[in-house]
Nanobody, 129 residues
Framework: QVQLVESGGGLVQAGGSLRLSCAASGRTFSSYGMGWFRQVPGKEREFVAY????????????SYTDSVKGRFTISRDNAKNTVYLQMNSLKPEDTAVYYC??????????????????WGQGTQVTVSS
């Protein structure tokens, strides 16, 4: 069982930055692939970013949806059982509830909701224009 708790959401002006954190319980955090999703009212939850358990040199393999490439960065600190989402150059269309999630398929790129077994409660991000 893995419990996830997000933090770091809030209100920011367009062009600003926020860093979301997701703290995980359990001793096997390093074996889970970690993803960030977001959802706005009336729409389906969408994939934002993912980080695998595979590290090449100093970087973990990661993946992003096209709309956030170059602006968002996902990272993980296995010693702290935490995954982060650094969000820069925020736009009003980034406004959503952001969720972190964990999948046991850590060595793969995982972008589909159904492949994640554990979810956090979400944190609201609001970007004003």
């Amino acid at each position: 069982q893995v419990q996830l708790v997000e933090s770091g959401g809030g209100l920011v002006q367009a062009g600003g930055s926020l860093r979301l954190s997701c703290a995980a319980s359990g001793r096997t955090f390093s074996s889970y692939g970690m993803g960030w999703f977001r959802q706005v009212p009336g729409k389906e939850r969408e994939f934002v970013a993912y980080i695998t358990t595979i590290r090449i040199s100093t970087r973990y393999i990661d993946s992003y949806t096209d709309s956030v490439k170059g602006r968002f960065t996902i990272s993980r600190d296995n010693a702290k059982n935490t995954v982060y989402l650094q969000m820069n150059s925020l736009k009003p269309e980034d406004t959503a509830v952001y969720y972190c999630a964990a999948t046991s398929r850590g060595a793969n790129i995982v972008t589909m909701e159904y492949e994640y077994a554990y979810w956090g409660q979400g944190t609201q991000v609001t970007v004003s224009s």
